[in-house]
């Protein structure tokens, strides 16, 4: 069983609406880390976060210790937000990933 | 500031042989980490170098192996190619946090080797 587990797997939605994508890990972790990967290949660092909450922009991401669970909000979605993203939970400085979420925003 | 870079972008070998991939990190950067991404599997954690030691491995077998170099450059290896290691390889540079822990990831475009 994969250690870290994203949902939804999937998900289609229509330009503007409020996207919320969960991951979940089964043992405490040093960080956690939201990844954005566009066909192609290219992957960027969204967040990297130990606890609370952090924003850029219209992207948000939240991080429960104790529930060992984030999330990943984008409000006000757009085309262009469509990509797969992928939660990453580090043990030190190994790291271990989820299976992503195939997001595609429809306008 | 001139990002990650990754060289050779695609290559196709054939069984058997090997392969040398090699990575220049972010300037200031001195961890390196390479990562390898399958349609099936993901992305999996391959190694980390820190100041030319690695410093942690994945569950990849011993025909896996890097090193990194005193002005921070890595290469990975692969020896004895399997059709199964066909893959996009990615490496990472970031900076150490205090206790050793990684930061921020900043990713290269990748090597997309195919072996037939």
């Known amino acids: 069983k994969n250690e870290v587990e994203q949902s939804p797997q999937n998900l289609t939605a229509q330009e503007g609406e409020f996207i919320t994508i969960n991951c979940s890990y089964s043992?405490?972790?040093?960080?956690l880390h939201w990844l954005q990967q566009h066909p192609g290949g290219g992957i960027v660092s969204l967040f990297m976060?130990?606890?609370g909450k952090k924003k850029h922009g219209r992207l948000i991401a939240t991080i429960n210790i104790q529930e060992k669970h984030s999330s990943l909000h984008i409000t006000a979605s757009h085309p262009r937000d469509s990509a797969v993203y992928i939660c990453?939970?580090?043990?030190?400085?190994?790291?271990?990933f989820g299976a992503g979420t195939i997001l595609r925003v429809k306008s | 500031k001139a990002g990650v870079t990754q060289t050779p972008r695609y290559l196709i070998k054939t069984r058997g042989q090997q392969v040398t991939l090699s990575c220049s990190p972010i300037?200031?950067?001195?961890?390196v980490s390479w990562y390898q991404q399958t349609p099936g599997q993901g992305l999996q954690f391959l190694f980390e170098?820190?100041?030319?030691?690695?410093?942690n491995k994945g569950n990849f077998p011993g025909r896996f192996s890097g090193r990194q170099f005193s002005n921070s450059r890595s290469e990975m290896n692969v020896s004895t190619l399997e059709l199964g290691d066909s893959a996009l390889y990615l490496c990472?540079?970031?900076?150490?946090?205090?206790?050793?822990?990684?930061?921020?990831?900043?990713f290269g475009e990748g090597s997309r080797l195919t072996v037939l």
């Open positions: 990472a540079s970031s900076l150490r946090l205090a206790g050793g822990n990684t930061g921020e990831l900043f």
């Open positions: 043992v405490g972790i040093s960080a």
């Open positions: 976060l130990s606890s």
């Open positions: 990453a939970v580090g043990y030190g400085n190994k790291l271990v």
């Open positions: 300037s200031g950067h001195r961890s």
């Open positions: 170098y820190f100041s030319e030691t690695q410093r």
